[in-house]
C-alpha cells in the first residue's frame, strides 16, 4: 500500500510541472512550513500573506532544497505589499537557525536574496541541502528568545543573523504586517524529494502540507 501512494505522489508531481502554489496557509515556523514535495527543479512558489479567516498568521515558510548554493537566488516577481525575504538553517534537532535577510532592494521595489551575505558577516550558503525560506511584509521581523535575529543597517543589504537574538533558535515574529498575494522565483534549488516509502508515511503521519502545482 505505500508503495502505491508512493507512487502516486510522484507520478503527480512528474505531471505538475516546476510550479508551486500555496493550498492552505503556509506556516510560520518550522514547525508548520509547508514543505514544497516533489521532484526536479523548483522556479517558483505562489502564494498570499493571511487571508479570510482571522488569525492566520502574516508569514509563509516553506521547505526546499538547495542543490547549488552559489547559484541560489530567491526573489519577488510580483507582490501586493512591500516584501522581506529570509533563509533560515535546519539542525537535526529540529530548529531553524537564521541564515540570510532581506528587507528590500535598494531601489525599494522587490526583496531579493541571494547566497553571501552582503553585510560584512560573512554569512552564505555552505552546502546543499533543506533550508527554510520565509516571505513577509517589511515590518514583520524574525526572534528568538533573546530578539531579533537579524541586524539591518543598510538599506538594500542582505544581512546574515547579526541581531541580539541571532545565536538562538528561530520561535515566532514581532511587528507590524501586511496581507497580499505574491509570485517569488527561487533559483538554484528543487522540490523536497521523499523516496518511497517515506513519502507515503509522511503523509500518512501529516507531517507535511501538499501544495498543487499549475501545469507549464
Do not use: C
Not at 55 to 68: C, P, Q, S, W
Not at 87 to 102: D, K, P, V
Not at 111 to 128: E, F
Not at 190 to 200: G, H, I, M, R, S
Amino acid at each position: 500500500m505505500y508503495a502505491a501512494m508512493a507512487a502516486m505522489v510522484v507520478a503527480g508531481t512528474a505531471l505538475a510541472g516546476p510550479d508551486w502554489v500555496e493550498t492552505t496557509d503556509a506556516g510560520s515556523t518550522l514547525s508548520t512550513a509547508q514543505a514544497v514535495l516533489g521532484v526536479g527543479q523548483l522556479n517558483t512558489i505562489n502564494g498570499r500573506l493571511g487571508g479570510a479567516r482571522s488569525g492566520e498568521d502574516l508569514e509563509d515558510m516553506y521547505l526546499i532544497r538547495v542543490t547549488t548554493p552559489g547559484t541560489f537566488k530567491f526573489e519577488l516577481l510580483n507582490s501586493e505589499f512591500d516584501s522581506s525575504l529570509y533563509l533560515f538553517n535546519i539542525t537535526l534537532g529540529n530548529e531553524a537557525f537564521g541564515l540570510l535577510g532581506n528587507l528590500e532592494t535598494i531601489d525599494g521595489v522587490n526583496a531579493v536574496l541571494t547566497s553571501v551575505s552582503t553585510d560584512g558577516t560573512g554569512a552564505q550558503i555552505s552546502t546543499p541541502g533543506i533550508y527554510a525560506l520565509a516571505i513577509t511584509s517589511s515590518g514583520r521581523i524574525p526572534v528568538s528568545a533573546n530578539g531579533s535575529i537579524f541586524n539591518f543597517t543598510t538599506l538594500g543589504e542582505t544581512s546574515g543573523a547579526d541581531g541580539v537574538g541571532g545565536l538562538l533558535p528561530h520561535i515566532g515574529w514581532t511587528g507590524e504586517g501586511s496581507r497580499g498575494s505574491y509570485t517569488m522565483r527561487v533559483t538554484g534549488t528543487t522540490f523536497v524529494d521523499v523516496p518511497a516509502p517515506a513519502a507515503a508515511a509522511l503523509l500518512a503521519g501529516g507531517l507535511i502540507t501538499l501544495g498543487r502545482r499549475r501545469r507549464a
